[in-house]
């Protein structure tokens, strides 16, 4: 999609990694223009106006990042720029923020919460005083609900935000845990501290240990700078563990005794590094089932949940999607700088009947598809029919997904792929076939062509090693 929605820089040195950002925030509705080099980017902008926001890497062949974002800080001081390395290392990240960087974004990243960030990066320029004209605001991290299951959570986080216990926050896919963590935060004493998330399905588990607690430069192959953690990025605030029931066992012995003690070591360092940080988890697997199974320690889980939080599918609160439908829709003609939508009755009962087994997060898309799309002002049933069904039709095309995901696994430096694409390649047939028969294992494996057996065992090694 090419609509004319805000405009955002990428500068990257490494082409394929400006390719998969630029298609991402192309797909979310931003018009992106790469750029090779900070020299390139400057060039761009003595004969261009700047654009809406700017992603830049750090190290690049000629000026770097750094250099790039000292100069836009002079030329244009109220443009966001988002710095982008995989050295997360203290002189980099604080260099960035000293620098007047709005974000950081550590690589390699996931390109869902890049896409993510650009929207509220934007979405807080909008809303905040620097802008030449703040617009009517969304609110991004706002949780929209009236159900009595999403007051009753509500009035849960409120009170929870004051005290520092651990939260473990449950639901399926897409209904709103991250949202969640960051409201506990928001509302915390911790609040004007960090908000650090890290999503413990989306690294390589051999990478986990460094993300969550740094490594020294030298601590293992590859390690050439010190690299500062998770835990201690989040120092004074909240860390967020999201996917919590995919982290490694060994990890998990690693996690439960830095939680006792506040203090550990970085990978490869013998300085004992002193942390205040509130966690907050989160899963959307059964996680007394992971336990009885010897996959999750349950002195960790009950050390993560001393208070649960349990977020209903939005299935369960059908009375909530009319008043989210219209703030996504709200939010997008905003982003997008298009007039407003509104969607018609018809429209509103088709959306009211929908499964969204994606949850909020399926809602949302879909509303920002329609906000991109929709020919009127007025949202038709029939439109809606049409961006559901163009929804599916990426599905059917599965092997050029694999070749996106491939490609931008690379890009992001990742290695081993083989056995992660057939993992996940064996989980999506499973998951599917399992959805389909209720659970049933046996059925499943008969739908599938596979023994009884290799179900339990691929499930089980599918567990292990997400
Ligand atoms: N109650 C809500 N009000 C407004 N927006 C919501 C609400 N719940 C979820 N969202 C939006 O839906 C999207 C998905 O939410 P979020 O990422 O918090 O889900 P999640 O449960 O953490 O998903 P996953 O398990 O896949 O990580 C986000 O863009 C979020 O802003």
Redesign the pocket.
């Known amino acids: 999609m090419t609509g004319p929605g805000p405009i955002v820089w990428v500068v990257d040195d490494d082409r394929s990694v400006r390719f998969v950002l630029a298609t991402a925030l192309g797909e979310a509705g931003f018009q992106v223009t790469g750029f090779e080099s900070a020299q390139a980017a400057l060039d761009a902008l003595a004969t261009r106006a700047p654009p809406a926001l700017l992603f830049t890497d750090v190290r690049m062949p000629g000026d770097d990042g750094l250099v790039l974002l000292d100069r836009l800080k002079h030329a244009h001081p109220q443009l966001p720029v988002v710095v982008m390395s995989a050295y997360t290392d203290v002189a980099s990240t604080a260099g960035a923020f000293r620098g007047g960087a709005h974000e950081f974004l550590s690589k390699p990243f996931d390109l ?1 919460d890049a896409v ?1 960030l650009a ?1 509220r990066v934007l979405a807080q320029g909008d809303e905040g005083d620097a802008a030449p004209e703040p617009a009517p605001g969304v609110d ?6 009236d159900t009595p299951a ?1 007051r009753q959570l509500f009035r849960a986080i409120g009170r929870l935000a004051q005290a520092p216990v651990s939260v473990l ?1 449950t ?12 409201a506990l935060h928001r509302e915390s004493p911790r609040a004007r501290r960090p908000f650090v998330a890290l ?1 413990t399905a989306a690294i390589p588990a051999e990478l986990l240990e460094s993300e969550l607690f740094g490594h020294e430069a030298g601590a293992f192959t590859g390690a050439t700078k010190r690299h500062v953690g998770r835990f201690e990025q989040a120092d004074g605030g909240t860390l967020f563990l ?2 919590i029931g995919d982290m490694p066992l060994p990890l998990q012995t690693r996690l439960l005794r830095v939680l006792a003690e506040d203090e550990f070591f970085r990978v490869g360092g013998r300085e004992l590094i002193r942390v205040d940080v509130r966690v907050v988890a ?3 697997q059964d996680v007394e089932a992971l336990v009885a199974d010897g996959r999750f320690r349950g002195d960790l889980l009950h050390r993560l949940d001393v208070v649960r939080l349990h ?1 209903p599918p ?1 299935r369960e609160r059908r009375g ?1 999607v009319p008043a ?1 439908a219209e ?2 829709l709200q939010a997008a003609a905003m982003r997008l700088e298009s007039p407003p939508k509104r969607f018609g009755k018809a429209a509103l009962e088709r959306l009211q009947g929908h499964g969204w087994p994606g ?3 399926e ?2 898309n879909l509303c920002w598809r329609l906000a991109a799309l929709a020919p009127g002002d007025t949202i038709t049933a029939a439109d809606l029919d049409g961006a559901l069904a163009a929804r599916r039709a990426p599905a059917q095309d599965w092997d050029d997904a694999l070749a996106a995901w491939t490609r931008e696994q690379l890009a992001a430096g990742a290695s081993g792929l083989h056995a992660r694409a057939l993992e996940r390649f064996d989980r999506a047939l499973l998951d599917a076939a399992l959805e389909h028969t209720g659970g049933r294992r046996a059925e499943a494996a008969q739908r599938l062509g596979l023994g009884r057996n290799t179900i339990t065992r691929k499930l089980g090694a599918g567990r292990r090693r997400r």
Do not use: P
């Not at 991004?140 to 609900?145: E, I, R, T, Y």
């Open positions: 869902d993510a929207g991004d991290d706002a949780l929209v609900g999403m926050i639901g399926e896919t897409g209904t709103g845990k991250e949202l969640v963590a960051r999503n999201d996917e989160a899963t959307h977020l939005l909530d989210l703030r996504f949850n909020v997060r809602l949302e």
